[in-house]
């Protein structure tokens, strides 16, 4: 139901007229999740936009006890400024980003399928080109510029048939950013510019975007996939001309059919100018008529969260998107103007002829991939219960009689994974693409056919299940397969967003945005769940046997396979074969070779192949096959509704043992126990003399002692003094404590009122209540009040210490969920050399592949877990419902562990199948020459492996592989496991007693042969010290990859040991260079897709990273400009206003004070602080601190003495710089090797040479 509303009394700006009438929609809060406290209201406006608004009462909550008035107008000031990003990088981990900002997400109607032909990426250089300026904002960057100012960013994605754009916001004592950063948005979808000379320099961006993809051997099979559809028919050339309908089931103006899936989404030089303009298309013009054909109010749908009451978001979103036009600006008919795409007519996207066949492509990187497609109907409008995700269930499970499992026991897969994915190329209003990929051995490559006829077994026992029917638990006889499987999706389905984390602001309201698009087909009703639970109390039995029997056949599916046996791109020297005297084929020449022949080779032969045949946009080399038909006939008979034969030992999935059971929360200790006033800032009238005076104080601890309730309040001058709770607040409801609150301490003594209440997931809260102290300047630059710091009892407590094993533990008081995260981490004797590292990699593979199928299950029920190998050791995470968390964590050490205590033993432990040890080596081995094949990834690992010398490359870790046999390896594990040391952390809705029990549990795990590794042998974290010289370091290497186009440079500024003052003033110069350093080279000089700075904590010392990939400059060209940047930039930093470097230190300062998004990101960091030695749990306290100490004069010093190229004198100046450069393909002063396997001792000689350069001396050990 919905009815009409009346928003009254509009500003004078929005509006001439007294009222606005908008259409009100049904009531979203009842389907919000358990722990979700945001108030939702859906509203249609006149021009009929479809919009969510979401109230952030937690938000709302802390601006109103702050005093912050709602009613504020909206800044009609267009001035634009810039300023720095407020992101911070680090080598040790990301910074934990909870605050809660406002959000806001848009989603046009409109994607890459409703590209023009001839226009091909036309949608995604659209969303481009709409940050770049617009009629009320026109100066470029003015956006961007004003969100970064102001501790806020944005970006955009282009999917297949909607394009969304969000941004974020603090929200804090002014309300007119919030509205303001609204209106600039607003803009967007009003009053584009467009304009031609900035298209040209944008599509640079674009090409850039492309040149970074061109390699991923992902996006290129997924284009190879469109290319060959068979349904790519000839299209007019002009866009107004085009009628769509005429190309279904291929109309009268194509030789064949023509389907939008065979189209390239993300365009490139080629496709957005070369190839029109030669054809005479005005780009610009077509370009403006594609915005104006479908961004219009009705095909958009729009999301704003804010921590505002309703009627007021929905007053602002009146007033800045009524006048989004309703219609197409250019009157063209799109038929269903609020509900369609208009692609529903096309259906399936793979004609027939390019069914039955088989293609094999040649990989970028050193993978083994076969995938299977089965093109089905669209299956939006079965969200209630989801049967292709049920289906994905069956067929993609890795546990016991699985077809994974079956695989993996004959060698042949290592991985796999199957649906249809989340994009929209995978699900969509015409269709939907069902994928099913396997990581194959070595061997399962020459068995693929096999591989496929496990498949179809599995199948024709589903289909046989499904005939059978099942038992009901009343005896009764039902279709389909046994009821448990569904009812177990459904219940993990149910519990996973019962107690779904808050998220991050950015994500909620994109989800709600994307939930919102007309071809997803939720109802309203059900936007916030739909796209999560299971509604039926069965799943669509019709709907799983017209997919099984109809759809999942062999001939409905299409094969691709990917594998660096056939070869790779790089094998292919200057466009020419493998065979030399071979001619490749024209892209357009696509027909398949016909050979019908039995295809179970041992490995595809190229030779006899012929010529390959290249897609044009990757200029990926595949050739195609038609399968032969014993082969299908095999396929055809192993899919019949039979139980499989018993040498397959296929079967359903076991009931899952994971599921949780138990949701309570563990009761909090009685000294420091849960109170609703708990981090609570409150003002209390203490007297003084004869006079009594109100006083700022906070919240920061209760307990109950002799039957009285005790509150411990600190003063903003440190006194702490408790008090006793009078009876008529004892049990005060903390979901309806505001601001404003007022009543009394003991016994009526002293009075006291709330100023401050702290948001979920947020710690102690200081106010003083009244913007005189609070915000002293308007337009808030005033410091935010710093928290005092936590009692202990509140932060990580060490509660076990013996035999060379330690464990921290806190108890979550945060986020009330019934979840748990356990963490350890194992430094083991002797990790120094690369045979001890690969050994370590390969030693936590064969643990993870044995522990797969329980882990599988456990991740089914939202139990999560990893191990995975270190410089120093090994770690080990174990996360999720607390109920089950020991139970895997035991499972998991009981695999590991078995390692320990076998010296003299040469075979490898019980837990570990024989045949594992060479798949999994294999695997590891793969791995090792994949890496850097990233020139973006590379030339950070390039960075790191020079400034660590504990840390051995890939390259390294490969040849010390060489030879090595499963003796060796055990024996090698042997000495490495010898001695341990183990840190380990216990967070959650764990007590104490539980942490005891886990201390216990690892203890009896390490063992009864268990020495520990003393203190003084526990490896040091080295860092390299970087000379301080007027020349720099250049280090230059090839791309790993030679087809690789992408050149990355990184010029890297040692700053030296981690103090306080100097972490600060790093982190600043972060926040105000950032912005300009992006501005320059990529916006205005396109320089290439990826320009960044950012600071840098490596292991304790300090340092400052700028980072440019290209594949339109050189690599001098990008270093030198980054030292010119920095020389110019200084004129800017010195004449920066005092108000604009009060606004750099206050958004900082905030992002320091930032509250954690969730659970496990508050693990994260504390647990980085243990890893590290640091222990310093509440850094961002001191920081915030010592930023009040900075000047504009300080952090020119700094910038002086660590970052600009002159001295005082005018003279080069010396710095601890240090310049990497990872040349591509092509491009001036790429080093010449002349085997490309040589790479990795190419980059192992060049990090020895500049561990050479610096005689090895290091920054020594770093305490804290």
């Given at each position: 139901q919905t009815s009409k509303i009346i928003i009254s009394k509009m500003t004078e700006a929005a509006t001439n007229d007294d009222e606005v009438e908008v259409i009100l929609g049904p009531d979203l809060t009842p389907t919000r999740s358990y722990m979700d406290k945001k108030i939702y209201r859906h509203i249609t406006l006149p021009n009929g936009l479809q919009c969510v608004l979401i109230c952030d009462t937690v938000a709302l909550k802390q601006r109103k006890l702050d005093g912050y008035d709602d009613d504020d107008e909206s800044d009609d000031d267009h001035d634009d400024s810039s300023s720095g990003d407020e992101s911070v990088e680090s080598d040790d981990g990301d910074d934990d980003d909870g605050t809660r900002k406002a959000a806001t997400a848009l989603l046009v109607n409109v994607g890459s399928y409703h590209d023009p032909p001839y226009l091909q990426g036309l949608s995604h250089f659209l969303e481009h080109m709409l940050f770049l300026g617009t009629e009320d904002f026109p100066i470029e960057n003015a956006y961007d510029s004003f969100l970064s100012q102001h501790g806020g960013d944005d970006n955009a994605y282009t999917d297949m048939e909607h394009t969304l754009y969000h941004y974020c916001i603090p929200q804090d004592n002014n309300s007119k950013h919030v509205w303001k950063a609204l209106e600039m948005f607003s803009s967007f979808f009003k009053c584009p510019l467009l304009k031609g000379e900035m298209a040209d320099r944008e599509l640079k961006a674009v090409e850039s975007e492309f040149e970074l993809n061109k390699n991923s051997d992902d996006a290129r099979l997924s284009q190879l996939m469109s290319f060959t559809c068979g349904m790519d028919g000839n299209a007019p050339i002009m866009g107004r001309d085009f009628d769509w309908k005429d190309k279904i089931d291929g109309g009268s103006s194509s030789e064949k059919p023509f389907h939008p899936f065979a189209k390239f989404p993300w365009g490139n030089m080629n496709s957005l100018k070369t190839e029109p303009e030669a054809k005479g298309i005005d780009v610009m013009e077509e370009l403006r008529d594609h915005y104006n054909s479908h961004y219009y109010a009705q095909n958009m749908r729009l999301v704003v969260m804010a921590g505002y009451e309703l009627d007021e978001i929905q007053r602002q979103v009146v007033q800045y998107f009524k006048d989004v036009p309703a219609n197409p600006r250019n009157n063209v008919d799109n038929g269903d103007l609020a509900t369609t795409t208009n692609l529903h007519p096309y259906k399936l996207p793979f004609h027939s002829s390019s069914l039955g066949k088989i293609y094999r492509a040649l990989p970028v990187r050193h993978c083994h991939t076969l995938s299977l497609t089965w093109q089905i109907p669209s299956i939006c409008s079965h969200w209630r219960t989801k049967p292709a995700e049920y289906l994905a269930h069956l067929l993609g499970h890795e546990t016991s009689g699985s077809i994974l499992a079956v695989l993996k026991q004959r060698g042949w897969a290592t991985g796999c994974s199957a649906g249809t994915g989340d994009d929209g190329e995978g699900d969509s209003s015409m269709h939907a693409l069902f994928g099913f990929s396997f990581s194959l051995s070595e061997e399962g490559v020459q068995h693929w056919e096999k591989v496929i006829g496990v498949v179809f077994s599995y199948l024709g026992m589903l289909k046989y299940y499904f005939n059978e029917g099942y038992v009901d638990e009343n005896g009764e006889k039902k279709e389909g397969l046994p009821r448990w499987i569904y009812n177990e999706l459904k219940s993990v389905a149910e519990l996973s967003y019962k107690y779904a984390d808050e998220g991050d602001v950015t994500d909620t309201v994109e989800v709600v945005a994307e939930a919102m698009a007309p071809w997803y087909n939720i109802p309203t009703d059900r936007l916030l769940d739909g796209d999560t639970l299971l509604f039926g109390e069965v799943v669509d039995n019709d709907c799983v046997s017209r997919l099984l029997f109809n759809y999942f056949t062999p001939t409905n599916m299409r094969v691709d396979f990917m594998s660096s046996l056939f070869g790779r791109e790089a094998d292919f020297k200057d466009g020419t074969g493998l065979s030399p005297n071979s001619e490749e084929k024209k892209a357009e020449d696509t027909d398949e070779m016909t050979v019908e022949k039995d295809c179970a080779v041992a490995v595809f032969d190229i030779e006899k192949a012929g010529a390959p045949t290249i897609e044009p946009r990757f200029e990926t080399k595949f050739w195609v096959e038609t399968i032969s038909s014993s082969i299908m006939k095999q396929w055809e008979e192993n899919s019949t509704?039979?139980?499989?034969?018993?040498?397959?030992?296929?079967?359903?999935?076991?009931?899952?043992?994971?599921?949780?059971?138990?949701?309570?929360?563990?009761?909090?200790?009685?000294?420091?126990?849960?109170?609703?006033?708990?981090?609570?800032?409150?003002?209390?009238?203490?007297?003084?003399?004869?006079?009594?005076?109100?006083?700022?104080?906070?919240?920061?601890?209760?307990?109950?002692?002799?039957?009285?309730?005790?509150?411990?309040?600190?003063?903003?001058?440190?006194?702490?003094?408790?008090?006793?709770?009078?009876?008529?607040?004892?049990?005060?409801?903390?979901?309806?404590?505001?601001?404003?609150?007022?009543?009394?301490?003991?016994?009526?003594?002293?009075?006291?009122?709330?100023?401050?209440?702290?948001?979920?997931?947020?710690?102690?809260?200081?106010?003083?209540?009244?913007?005189?102290?609070?915000?002293?300047?308007?337009?808030?630059?005033?410091?935010?009040?710093?928290?005092?710091?936590?009692?202990?009892?509140?932060?990580?407590?060490?509660?076990?210490?013996?035999?060379?094993?330690?464990?921290?533990?806190?108890?979550?008081?945060?986020?009330?969920?019934?979840?748990?995260?356990?963490?350890?981490?194992?430094?083991?004797?002797?990790?120094?050399?690369?045979?001890?590292?690969?050994?370590?990699?390969?030693?936590?593979?064969?643990?993870?592949?044995?522990?797969?199928?329980?882990?599988?299950?456990?991740?089914?029920?939202?139990?999560?877990?990893?191990?995975?190998?270190?410089?120093?050791?090994?770690?080990?995470?174990?996360?999720?419902?607390?109920?089950?968390?020991?139970?895997?964590?035991?499972?998991?050490?009981?695999?590991?562990?078995?390692?320990?205590?076998?010296?003299?033993?040469?075979?490898?432990?019980?837990?570990?199948?024989?045949?594992?040890?060479?798949?999994?080596?294999?695997?590891?081995?793969?791995?090792?020459?994949?890496?850097?094949?990233?020139?973006?990834?590379?030339?950070?690992?390039?960075?790191?492996?020079?400034?660590?010398?504990?840390?051995?490359?890939?390259?390294?870790?490969?040849?010390?592989?060489?030879?090595?046999?499963?003796?060796?390896?055990?024996?090698?594990?042997?000495?490495?496991?010898?001695?341990?040391?183990?840190?380990?952390?216990?967070?959650?809705?764990?007590?104490?007693?539980?942490?005891?029990?886990?201390?216990?549990?690892?203890?009896?795990?390490?063992?009864?042969?268990?020495?520990?590794?003393?203190?003084?042998?526990?490896?040091?974290?080295?860092?390299?010290?970087?000379?301080?010289?007027?020349?720099?370091?250049?280090?230059?290497?090839?791309?790993?990859?030679?087809?690789?186009?992408?050149?990355?440079?990184?010029?890297?500024?040692?700053?030296?040991?981690?103090?306080?003052?100097?972490?600060?003033?790093?982190?600043?110069?972060?926040?105000?260079?950032?912005?300009?350093?992006?501005?320059?080279?990529?916006?205005?000089?396109?320089?290439?897709?990826?320009?960044?700075?950012?600071?840098?904590?490596?292991?304790?010392?300090?340092?400052?990273?700028?980072?440019?990939?290209?594949?339109?400059?050189?690599?001098?060209?990008?270093?030198?400009?980054?030292?010119?940047?920095?020389?110019?930039?200084?004129?800017?930093?010195?004449?920066?206003?005092?108000?604009?470097?009060?606004?750099?230190?206050?958004?900082?300062?905030?992002?320091?004070?930032?509250?954690?998004?969730?659970?496990?990101?508050?693990?994260?960091?504390?647990?980085?602080?243990?890893?590290?030695?640091?222990?310093?749990?509440?850094?961002?306290?001191?920081?915030?601190?010592?930023?009040?100490?900075?000047?504009?004069?300080?952090?020119?010093?700094?910038?002086?003495?660590?970052?600009?190229?002159?001295?005082?004198?005018?003279?080069?100046?010396?710095?601890?710089?240090?310049?990497?450069?990872?040349?591509?393909?092509?491009?001036?002063?790429?080093?010449?090797?002349?085997?490309?396997?040589?790479?990795?001792?190419?980059?192992d000689g060049l990090v020895r040479d500049f561990h050479n350069s610096v005689k090895g001396e290091t920054w020594g050990k770093i305490t804290f």
């Amino acid at each position: 139901q919905t009815s009409k509303i009346i928003i009254s009394k509009m500003t004078e700006a929005a509006t001439n007229d007294d009222e606005v009438e908008v259409i009100l929609g049904p009531d979203l809060t009842p389907t919000r999740s358990y722990m979700d406290k945001k108030i939702y209201r859906h509203i249609t406006l006149p021009n009929g936009l479809q919009c969510v608004l979401i109230c952030d009462t937690v938000a709302l909550k802390q601006r109103k006890l702050d005093g912050y008035d709602d009613d504020d107008e909206s800044d009609d000031d267009h001035d634009d400024s810039s300023s720095g990003d407020e992101s911070v990088e680090s080598d040790d981990g990301d910074d934990d980003d909870g605050t809660r900002k406002a959000a806001t997400a848009l989603l046009v109607n409109v994607g890459s399928y409703h590209d023009p032909p001839y226009l091909q990426g036309l949608s995604h250089f659209l969303e481009h080109m709409l940050f770049l300026g617009t009629e009320d904002f026109p100066i470029e960057n003015a956006y961007d510029s004003f969100l970064s100012q102001h501790g806020g960013d944005d970006n955009a994605y282009t999917d297949m048939e909607h394009t969304l754009y969000h941004y974020c916001i603090p929200q804090d004592n002014n309300s007119k950013h919030v509205w303001k950063a609204l209106e600039m948005f607003s803009s967007f979808f009003k009053c584009p510019l467009l304009k031609g000379e900035m298209a040209d320099r944008e599509l640079k961006a674009v090409e850039s975007e492309f040149e970074l993809n061109k390699n991923s051997d992902d996006a290129r099979l997924s284009q190879l996939m469109s290319f060959t559809c068979g349904m790519d028919g000839n299209a007019p050339i002009m866009g107004r001309d085009f009628d769509w309908k005429d190309k279904i089931d291929g109309g009268s103006s194509s030789e064949k059919p023509f389907h939008p899936f065979a189209k390239f989404p993300w365009g490139n030089m080629n496709s957005l100018k070369t190839e029109p303009e030669a054809k005479g298309i005005d780009v610009m013009e077509e370009l403006r008529d594609h915005y104006n054909s479908h961004y219009y109010a009705q095909n958009m749908r729009l999301v704003v969260m804010a921590g505002y009451e309703l009627d007021e978001i929905q007053r602002q979103v009146v007033q800045y998107f009524k006048d989004v036009p309703a219609n197409p600006r250019n009157n063209v008919d799109n038929g269903d103007l609020a509900t369609t795409t208009n692609l529903h007519p096309y259906k399936l996207p793979f004609h027939s002829s390019s069914l039955g066949k088989i293609y094999r492509a040649l990989p970028v990187r050193h993978c083994h991939t076969l995938s299977l497609t089965w093109q089905i109907p669209s299956i939006c409008s079965h969200w209630r219960t989801k049967p292709a995700e049920y289906l994905a269930h069956l067929l993609g499970h890795e546990t016991s009689g699985s077809i994974l499992a079956v695989l993996k026991q004959r060698g042949w897969a290592t991985g796999c994974s199957a649906g249809t994915g989340d994009d929209g190329e995978g699900d969509s209003s015409m269709h939907a693409l069902f994928g099913f990929s396997f990581s194959l051995s070595e061997e399962g490559v020459q068995h693929w056919e096999k591989v496929i006829g496990v498949v179809f077994s599995y199948l024709g026992m589903l289909k046989y299940y499904f005939n059978e029917g099942y038992v009901d638990e009343n005896g009764e006889k039902k279709e389909g397969l046994p009821r448990w499987i569904y009812n177990e999706l459904k219940s993990v389905a149910e519990l996973s967003y019962k107690y779904a984390d808050e998220g991050d602001v950015t994500d909620t309201v994109e989800v709600v945005a994307e939930a919102m698009a007309p071809w997803y087909n939720i109802p309203t009703d059900r936007l916030l769940d739909g796209d999560t639970l299971l509604f039926g109390e069965v799943v669509d039995n019709d709907c799983v046997s017209r997919l099984l029997f109809n759809y999942f056949t062999p001939t409905n599916m299409r094969v691709d396979f990917m594998s660096s046996l056939f070869g790779r791109e790089a094998d292919f020297k200057d466009g020419t074969g493998l065979s030399p005297n071979s001619e490749e084929k024209k892209a357009e020449d696509t027909d398949e070779m016909t050979v019908e022949k039995d295809c179970a080779v041992a490995v595809f032969d190229i030779e006899k192949a012929g010529a390959p045949t290249i897609e044009p946009r990757f200029e990926t080399k595949f050739w195609v096959e038609t399968i032969s038909s014993s082969i299908m006939k095999q396929w055809e008979e192993n899919s019949t509704p039979q139980l499989p034969g018993s040498e397959l030992e296929l079967k359903l999935p076991p009931i899952n043992s994971y599921i949780p059971t138990n949701f309570e929360l563990k009761p909090l200790p009685a000294d420091d126990s849960s109170h609703p006033l708990l981090n609570c800032s409150v003002k209390v009238c203490i007297g003084n003399g004869k006079k009594m005076q109100w006083y700022p104080a906070c919240v920061i601890k209760f307990k109950t002692e002799k039957n009285n309730h005790l509150l411990l309040l600190h003063f903003e001058d440190e006194h702490e003094q408790w008090y006793t709770v009078d009876s008529n607040i004892v049990d005060t409801d903390a979901d309806t404590l505001e601001a404003g609150f007022e009543s009394s301490f003991d016994n009526g003594k002293v009075k006291f009122k709330v100023t401050a209440v702290p948001r979920e997931g947020e710690g102690i809260v200081f106010s003083y209540g009244d913007a005189d102290h609070d915000y002293d300047v308007e337009d808030g630059v005033a410091f935010p009040p710093i928290p005092p710091a936590s009692p202990e009892s509140r932060l990580p407590q060490l509660v076990y210490s013996k035999n060379s094993l330690k464990l921290w533990h806190m108890q979550d008081r945060r986020f009330k969920r019934p979840l748990a995260d356990l963490r350890l981490n194992f430094v083991c004797d002797g990790m120094n050399d690369a045979l001890k590292q690969a050994c370590m990699d390969l030693f936590c593979k064969l643990c993870a592949d044995a522990l797969a199928e329980t882990c599988y299950l456990a991740s089914v029920c939202e139990l999560g877990s990893s191990l995975y190998s270190n410089d120093t050791g090994f770690s080990i995470r174990v996360n999720g419902f607390d109920d089950k968390v020991m139970l895997l964590a035991k499972e998991v050490l009981d695999v590991v562990m078995s390692f320990r205590g076998r010296d003299g033993h040469t075979c490898l432990p019980s837990t570990i199948k024989d045949s594992r040890f060479d798949a999994c080596l294999e695997v590891l081995r793969r791995n090792y020459s994949n890496s850097g094949m990233d020139a973006s990834s590379f030339v950070t690992g390039l960075r790191l492996l020079c400034l660590k010398p504990s840390t051995k490359s890939s390259f390294s870790k490969l040849k010390a592989l060489e030879g090595i046999s499963s003796d060796k390896f055990v024996e090698c594990m042997n000495q490495v496991l010898q001695k341990i040391s183990v840190e380990a952390y216990y967070h959650g809705n764990v007590c104490r007693e539980d942490a005891d029990k886990a201390a216990q549990m690892i203890s009896e795990a390490l063992t009864i042969h268990h020495r520990g590794l003393p203190k003084k042998k526990v490896p040091s974290k080295l860092i390299i010290k970087a000379k301080e010289a007027v020349d720099h370091h250049l280090i230059t290497s090839p791309t790993v990859d030679p087809t690789d186009n992408n050149t990355s440079v990184e010029v890297y500024f040692q700053i030296g040991k981690d103090d306080l003052t100097n972490r600060v003033l790093v982190d600043l110069l972060e926040h105000v260079l950032d912005e300009p350093f992006y501005n320059e080279l990529r916006t205005k000089e396109q320089f290439g897709y990826e320009v960044s700075c950012g600071a840098r904590w490596t292991f304790g010392v300090l340092g400052m990273s700028f980072k440019v990939t290209t594949s339109c400059k050189t690599a001098d060209e990008a270093s030198a400009r980054v030292d010119r940047f920095l020389g110019e930039f200084r004129a800017q930093l010195e004449s920066m206003s005092d108000e604009s470097f009060m606004e750099h230190l206050v958004s900082l300062a905030k992002e320091k004070l930032e509250m954690f998004d969730s659970m496990e990101d508050e693990c994260g960091s504390y647990w980085s602080e243990i890893c590290e030695g640091r222990f310093d749990f509440e850094g961002h306290r001191k920081e915030v601190q010592c930023l009040k100490t900075i000047t504009k004069e300080s952090l020119l010093a700094a910038y002086d003495d660590w970052l600009h190229p002159i001295c005082h004198k005018g003279k080069p100046k010396k710095r601890r710089r240090v310049v990497f450069h990872v040349i591509g393909k092509g491009t001036i002063g790429r080093p010449t090797v002349d085997d490309p396997s040589e790479i990795g001792e190419h980059v192992d000689g060049l990090v020895r040479d500049f561990h050479n350069s610096v005689k090895g001396e290091t920054w020594g050990k770093i305490t804290f």
